[in-house]
């Protein structure tokens, strides 16, 4: 069901308005007063709320942070005869999903609510996939708003279902071992050990008996037996993080162990039955070391049965806000500590190198060193903030290249980085919102 609550004291282009949206499949709850419309969607609870400003009995500001602070995930579409660049800013700062000024064409109104349903259906899903997380793990770096993330993580919780061996890809920082103790978390192996071993950490010379143990007497200083990682894992599951710092003749190994299921100790004659179900991460391409030799093909596909592949954070900024937050709980900020505007701004055109890890790292340090309740950009210190502060960053080509083709793409980059949210984009470009929506028609940009 797509029900929308217009409200607008005309009552001429309320009843039109009404008639057009029904046309294009929506139901309208239809009211006349911001009193009206607000006993309307307490009653209703409508999926997109559409307000004039000016109502007559109510701001239709006043009626968009009646609804955020009730409902915040309903989106709010602002339209208004009297537009201007601050009306704008007010509204989105109150979390408006876009401001229409009218005259507006009735196809630019379904679609700006068709895009509002996406959204809210996106962050429906995203949440329960967030709650789930949480509940498994109670880990960081999951969260997310952001589609191919979301996807990510449905697949993930559907695997965990097999006994499937798992490789998980991304850089460092992503959060490949949060996702392998959700996975594991999930499984029918979840009451069961849960073993992690950094396969980089481990000296060539000690990784083969930290795997697969080693009898008393196995070499010097071998006074015991020992349980390897694949032992201590029975039943459960082994994580093996950077499988892909492995030497080339524990790989042979580690192969047979996956095909046969036996694990024989180091200096051992007997082979263990061992039932574990393996979760290897990398933030190597494994195929580029195949080809240099550095990493087997054929314990690679036995490895990526299900590949799952983590993106950066620079590819999910949006994630940023919910992840800040999750952080500046997690270190025990006052409820009133929270970053500015301008702060999360700064935080969003970040690139992040350092992914999850160094955004808590960065929240953390911003905390302890904020000078106020409101962390501005001034608090947020990151590595690398001035590489794009002078215009010597920005070297012209020799051949030359077209001044359009490169205003158009940090338009579109500005976009994306805003989440479409056009007041936000013009503030990254430091250009009035009037200046960004004639380039965006000029470029013919679709938002």
């Known amino acids: 069901m797509k029900t929308i609550l217009l409200i607008d004291d005309d009552a001429s282009l309320l009843r039109v308005t009404e008639y057009n949206l029904s046309l294009a499949g929506f139901t309208v709850l239809a009211a006349a007063t911001g009193k009206k419309g607000l006993s309307l969607f307490r009653k209703h609870e409508p999926d997109v709320v559409v307000t004039d400003v000016q109502l007559g009995d109510l701001d239709g500001l006043d009626v968009l942070a009646a609804i955020k602070a009730e409902q915040p995930d309903v989106p709010v579409i602002i339209i208004t005869a009297f537009g201007s660049i601050e009306l704008a800013v007010r509204a989105m700062h109150l979390g408006a999903f876009t401001f229409i000024a009218k005259p507006f064409d009735r196809d630019a109104l379904r679609l700006s609510c068709n895009k ?37 993580l449905e697949t993930a919780l559907k695997v965990a279902e097999s006994n499937a061996t798992v490789l998980i890809s991304g850089e460092s920082g992503t959060g490949k071992e949060v996702l392998a103790r959700l996975i594991h978390h999930r499984s029918s192996r979840k009451k069961e050990s849960f073993v ?20 008393k ?57 061992v039932d574990i179900r393996i979760i290897a991460a990398t933030n190597r391409n494994l195929q580029e070391a195949i080809g240099q030799g550095d990493f087997r093909e054929d ?58 890890r160094e955004l808590q790292n960065v929240v953390e340090r911003s905390v302890i060193l904020r000078s106020n309740a409101q962390i501005p950009p001034s608090d947020i210190l990151l590595s690398g903030t001035d590489k794009y502060s002078s215009t ?39 250009i009035p919102r009037h200046v960004l929506i004639y380039r965006l028609e000029k470029f013919n940009i679709q938002t």
């Open 299 to 356: 314990l690679y596909y036995r490895l990526a049965v299900i590949p799952l592949h983590l993106p950066p954070l620079r590819e999910r900024k949006e994630d940023i806000p919910s992840l800040v937050s999750h952080f500046l709980k997690k270190h025990d900020a006052p409820p009133e500590v929270q970053f500015s505007a301008e702060g999360l701004l700064k935080l969003q055109a970040y690139d992040w190198p350092g992914n999850i």
């Open 217 to 273: 007497g196995a070499f010097t200083g071998a006074i015991t037996d020992h349980r390897g990682r694949f032992q201590r894992a029975d039943g459960g599951t082994l994580f093996l993080d950077e499988v892909g710092e492995l030497h080339p003749d524990i790989q042979v190994k580690f192969l047979r162990v996956l095909q046969e299921k036996v694990v024989e100790p180091v200096g051992g004659q007997q082979e263990e039955v």
């Open 196 to 215: 992690g071993v950094n396969c980089a950490a481990i000296a060539k010379n000690l990784i083969e008996s930290e795997l697969f143990g080693h009898v």
């Open 392 to 430: 010597d960053s920005f070297r012209l080509p020799v051949e030359g290249i077209s001044l359009e083709d490169v205003e158009k793409s940090f338009i579109e980059q500005a976009m994306d980085l805003a989440g479409g949210n056009r007041s936000q984009a013009a503030r990254l470009l430091q």
């Open 116 to 152: 509002a349903l996406e959204m809210r259906l996106l962050r429906r899903r995203t949440r329960n996939l967030t709650e789930e997380v949480r509940r498994l793990t109670g880990a960081a770096g999951m969260e997310t708003v952001n589609s191919a993330m979301a996807e990510l």
